[in-house]
C-alpha cells in the first residue's frame, strides 16, 4: 500500500513539471524553463535592402543597428538584389519566427506579393526608400512606408544646378543637361522631374534636356547610359547632370572624364551624400561631381527600427506615411554640415 502511494506522489511530482514545463512555451513553440530576457524572448526585426554594397545602404543598416543595440533586439540584416530573393528572404524570416521587416525592395511592383508573404506569416511591414506599388501601379498606401519627399529634394537639385551654372558664367547655348533617370522607380522618377522641373523655370529650355536612362541602378549602368548621351550630343561644351542618387550622378561624372571634359564643364548633384560622395569631396583635385543633398540616413535606419520595435512591443502603430527632407552639401560646406547633423 505504502508503495503504491509513494508512486503516485512520484506521478504527481512528474505531472506537474510537465504542466509547469508547457506553461513556459516562448513564442518560437519551444517548449522549455526560460529566465526572462533570454534570446528566445527578443523581438526579432528584419531589415531588407536591394543594393547591399551601396553606401546608402550600409549605412540604413548601421544606424539600424544602433537601434537593435539600445532596444535589445535581434536586427536580421538581409541583402536581395531581386524580387526573388526579396521573397525567399521572407520565408526565411518567417521560419525564424521574426515579428516585424523593414523593407526596401529590389522591385517595388512586387508589393502585393511581399505584403501578401509578410501578412501570412503575421509579420509587421514597413517599407523604406522605395515604395510598394499595388496592381494598379499606385502607391500601396495601406502599407506604412518610410521615404524621402523625393520631389523637393529634386527641386533643390534643380536650383542648386541653376545657381552654380550661372555663377560660373556658362552661356545657356553651350549649356545640355543630362539627367540620369530610372524611371521604373517612382521615387527616383519624382526626383529626376523635380529636378527637370524647376531648371525649366528658370528658363532652361527643353531643347537642352537630355534624359540618359539607366538599365541599372549601379556605375557602370550610370555610365553606360551617359556615353550614349555624350555619344549623342557631342557638340556640348558644358554639363549638367542630376539623377536618382549619387551613384547615378558619379557614373555620368566618369563617363564625362573620360571624354575628356575638365571639372570646370560639369556640375554634377547627387542625392543621398553618403560615404562615396564624400570620399569624391575628400579627393585632392576638384571633379564634376559639385554637391550633393545629404539625406537622413539616420531616420530612415533608426526611426523606422524604432518605429517597428515600437508597434511589436507596445502596440503603437506608426504613422502611415512619413517623408524626410535633405540639405546640400558641396566640397566647401560638407563638414561643417556633417558635424551639425552629428555625423
Ligand atoms: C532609393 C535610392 C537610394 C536612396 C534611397 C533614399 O532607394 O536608390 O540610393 O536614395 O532611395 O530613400
Not at 512555451?25 to 524553463?33: E, K, R, Y
Not at 512606408?145 to 552661356?171: D, Q, Y
Not at 536618382?244 to 554634377?268: C, L
Not at 502596440?315 to 527632407?325: F, R
Request: glycine share 10%; charged share 20%; proline share 3%.
Amino acid at each position: 500500500m505504502k508503495h503504491i502511494s509513494r508512486l503516485l506522489t512520484t506521478a504527481s511530482i512528474l505531472m506537474l513539471a510537465l504542466v509547469a514545463g508547457c506553461g513556459k512555451n516562448d513564442s518560437a513553440g519551444n517548449a522549455g524553463p526560460k529566465s526572462p530576457g533570454s534570446a528566445a524572448d527578443k523581438i526579432k526585426i528584419g531589415f531588407i535592402v536591394k543594393q547591399p554594397e551601396e553606401p546608402w545602404f550600409q549605412l540604413e543598416w548601421k544606424f539600424a543597428q544602433q537601434a537593435a543595440d539600445e532596444l535589445k533586439f535581434d536586427l536580421v540584416k538581409i541583402g536581395a538584389v531581386d524580387g526573388e530573393k526579396a521573397l525567399t528572404a521572407i520565408d526565411n524570416l518567417a521560419a525564424q519566427k521574426a515579428q516585424g521587416l523593414i523593407i526596401c525592395t529590389p522591385d517595388t511592383r512586387l508589393g502585393p506579393a511581399l505584403a501578401t508573404k509578410a501578412k501570412a506569416a503575421n509579420i509587421k511591414l514597413l517599407t523604406v526608400d522605395d515604395q510598394f506599388l499595388g496592381a494598379d501601379g499606385k502607391a500601396m498606401a495601406d502599407v506604412h512606408h518610410l521615404g524621402i519627399s523625393a520631389r523637393n529634394i529634386g527641386r533643390m537639385v534643380g536650383k542648386a544646378l541653376a545657381e552654380e551654372m550661372k555663377k560660373r558664367g556658362w552661356n545657356a547655348a553651350e549649356t545640355a543637361l543630362c539627367a540620369m533617370t530610372y524611371e521604373e522607380l517612382a521615387t527616383a522618377r519624382e526626383r529626376t522631374d523635380g529636378a527637370i522641373e524647376t531648371l525649366s523655370a528658370t528658363g532652361f529650355t527643353n531643347e537642352a534636356i537630355f534624359k540618359a536612362a539607366q538599365k541599372t541602378t549601379d556605375i557602370p549602368g550610370a555610365f553606360d547610359a551617359a556615353n550614349i548621351v555624350l555619344t549623342q550630343h557631342a557638340g556640348v561644351k558644358h554639363w549638367l547632370i542630376c539623377g536618382n542618387n549619387d551613384t547615378a550622378v558619379m557614373g555620368a561624372v566618369r563617363a564625362m572624364e573620360g571624354r575628356g571634359f575638365a571639372a570646370g564643364n560639369v556640375i554634377g548633384i547627387g542625392i543621398n551624400g553618403s560615404d562615396d560622395c564624400i570620399a569624391e569631396f575628400k579627393k585632392p583635385t576638384v571633379t564634376g561631381f559639385f554637391a550633393s543633398v545629404l539625406l537622413s540616413a539616420k531616420r530612415h535606419g533608426q526611426e523606422t527600427s524604432e518605429m517597428m520595435f515600437n508597434w511589436i512591443k507596445n502596440g503603437v502603430e506608426p504613422p502611415k506615411a512619413t517623408y524626410t527632407d535633405g540639405v546640400l552639401i558641396t566640397r566647401e560646406t560638407y563638414q561643417k554640415i556633417l558635424k551639425e547633423q552629428g555625423m
